[in-house]
């Protein structure tokens, strides 16, 4: 299991950093939404789901959390974002799940596709026979 993690360019001088992202430089696809995530409450734990098609990129602009990837066949990792010039690329087919927020931390989520229930898979069951049976058209 591939985790693509991207270590931005930060622009930085005597006044401070500037990190800037482009869609399809910096990011490999057309950012169509932002959204962003502070004020978690301690020990929440956010996400538990995967998608049928949203490609995502996770920044953590200020604080700390981690992401745990599952590509539902067995394999899963924990994955510290901590860094404001950071950014996880999380792809459809991994069930995810965000915790450990710092009281400071605000998640910002770059993703390629508007707001859409229809593509979320929100049952553990069903992601997991989804991905088996993806890996199993892949054979
Ligand atoms: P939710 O999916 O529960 O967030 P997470 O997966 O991070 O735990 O979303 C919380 C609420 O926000 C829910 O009512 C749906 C809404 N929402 C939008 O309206 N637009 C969005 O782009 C997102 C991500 C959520």
């Known amino acids: 299991m591939q985790v693509?993690?991207?270590?931005f360019q930060p622009h930085g001088d005597e006044r401070?950093?500037?990190v800037a992202l482009e869609e399809f430089r910096d990011i490999p696809?057309?950012?169509?939404?932002v959204y962003y995530m502070y004020d978690t409450v301690a020990d929440v734990v956010r996400g538990h789901h995967a998608h049928k098609s949203l490609e995502q990129i996770l920044i953590c602009i200020h604080g700390?959390?981690?992401?745990?990837?599952?590509?539902g066949l067995g394999e899963k990792k924990i994955i510290?974002?901590?860094?404001?010039?950071?950014?996880?690329?999380?792809?459809?087919?991994?069930?995810?799940e965000m915790y450990d927020f710092s009281p400071d931390a605000v998640l910002m989520v770059l993703a390629s596709e508007l707001y859409d229930e229809a593509d979320y898979i929100r049952d553990y069951g069903a992601f997991v026979a989804y991905a088996r049976e993806r890996a199993a058209g892949r054979e």
């Open 16 to 18: 401070g950093q500037l």
């Open 80 to 96: 510290p974002l901590e860094k404001p010039y950071e950014g996880l690329y999380v792809s459809n087919d991994m069930w995810r």
């Open 4 to 7: 693509v993690k991207y270590v």
């Open 29 to 33: 696809f057309r950012i169509k939404r």
């Open 64 to 71: 700390s959390c981690k992401i745990l990837l599952d590509n």
